[in-house]
């Protein structure tokens, strides 16, 4: 199975300062079809996950353009560029490559 | 608007067997691929089971495989997970999530439905 590894696990930020968590899997992601299905997902307090960002950069419909993601291969990062209080919650990274589908641990977001 | 609603949750014995249900609505479900992922109380996130959208095709995590049965009725826009020789760490509340065809996301996610596995 590919394992998920995310750092940091947990993130304390100032209101409209940058955060970033970063995303490792212990194999590249890069499918057959040359696709790379790496997303990330964000779960505040007492809700289901929600979808940010899809094959690495792709905002999902209705993210808010702050969100952004990056990278290639092995390592990727999701970005804030200005942390608001709704995003407090846990940010997790899964990737879809090849099954079984697997997550990170999860970084837990949280205002200073 | 895409509608996920889990039900059928409930405490239940070791070894013992359970049904739980996905209701959709909002959009062709019978077009969709779909997800069950699961997270234990206060833990992170583990994918369970994927079914295709005309059932030809379905995987399964090593930790459920042989116990756990996915499977969908298109016709009531319903997705199930028969849950069968139940342990303590079957004990999460599970999600019926659906997939962002051809991407390879879940792009909703149901509120989710605890299932406590305990004598």
């Known amino acids: 199975d590919i394992v998920m590894t995310q750092t940091p696990l947990s993130s304390g930020v100032t209101l409209g300062q940058p955060a970033s968590i970063s995303c490792r899997s212990s194999q590249s992601l890069v499918n057959r079809d040359g696709n790379t299905y790496l997303s990330w997902l964000q779960q505040r307090p007492g809700q289901p996950p929600r979808l940010l960002i899809y094959?690495?950069?792709n905002r999902f419909s209705g993210v808010p353009d702050r969100f952004s993601g990056s990278g290639a291969g092995t390592d990727f990062t999701l970005k804030i560029s200005r942390v608001e209080a709704e995003d407090v919650g846990v940010y997790f990274c899964m990737q879809a490559a090849q099954f079984p589908w697997t997550f990170g641990q999860g970084t837990k977001v949280d205002i200073k | 608007q895409v509608q996920l609603v889990e039900s059928g949750g409930g405490v239940v014995q070791p070894g013992r067997s359970l049904r739980i249900s996905c209701a959709a609505s909002?959009?062709?479900?019978?077009?969709?691929?779909m997800h069950w992922v699961r997270q234990p109380p206060g833990k992170g996130l583990e994918w369970v089971a994927r079914i295709s959208h005309d059932s030809t095709s379905i995987q399964y995590a090593d930790s459920v495989r042989g116990r756990l049965i996915i499977s969908r009725d298109n016709s009531k826009s319903m997705l199930y997970l028969q849950m069968n020789s139940l342990r303590a760490e079957d004990t999460a509340v599970y999600h019926c999530a659906k997939d962002l065809g051809g991407a390879w996301a879940l792009d909703h996610w149901g509120q989710g439905i605890l299932v406590t596995v305990s004598s």
């Open positions: 909002g959009f062709p479900f019978s077009s969709d691929v």
């Open positions: 094959q690495i950069s």
